[in-house]
């Protein structure tokens, strides 16, 4: 079993930077899939960006397209860690951001069935 904890949430003003960090625990994630969706009220969940790791596609990213250019995802996996810098925050960024794990399949990166673990959750507020 994978335990993921979010932390780095908070209150910024537009034009403004966050960092997010998502701990796992419980298991081995080196290999898996970990990735940042967000919802915001009455909406459904979106996809903002992942990061895979396996002999094929170490590394490879994916963001939104809403984010591009202004995010960005790491991982250090000495740590058990995926970070998520968010730059140049606008209002439409505020939600409830969820770290995700999981063997996600090439092709569904973006979608959030395939992934199998999930955080509580860490409230990012940007006013304008």
């Known amino acids: 079993q994978v335990k993921l904890v979010e932390s780095g949430g908070g209150l910024v003003q537009a034009g403004g930077s966050l960092s997010l960090s998502c701990v796992a625990s419980?298991?081995?994630?080196?290999?898996?899939?970990l990735g940042w969706f967000r919802q915001a009220p009455g909406k459904e969940r979106e996809f903002v960006s992942a990061i895979r790791w396996s002999r094929w596609t170490a590394g490879r990213t994916y963001y939104a397209d809403s984010v591009k250019g202004r995010f960005t995802i790491s991982r250090d996996n000495t740590k058990n860690t995926v970070y998520l810098q968010m730059n140049s925050l606008k209002p439409e960024d505020t939600a409830v951001y969820y770290c995700?794990?999981?063997?996600?399949?090439?092709?569904?990166?973006?979608?959030?069935?395939?992934?199998?673990?999930w955080g509580q959750g860490t409230q990012v507020t940007v006013s304008s």
């Open positions: 419980g298991s081995t994630f080196s290999s898996y899939t």
């Open positions: 995700a794990g999981g063997a996600v399949p090439l092709g569904t990166t973006e979608n959030p069935a395939p992934y199998d673990y």
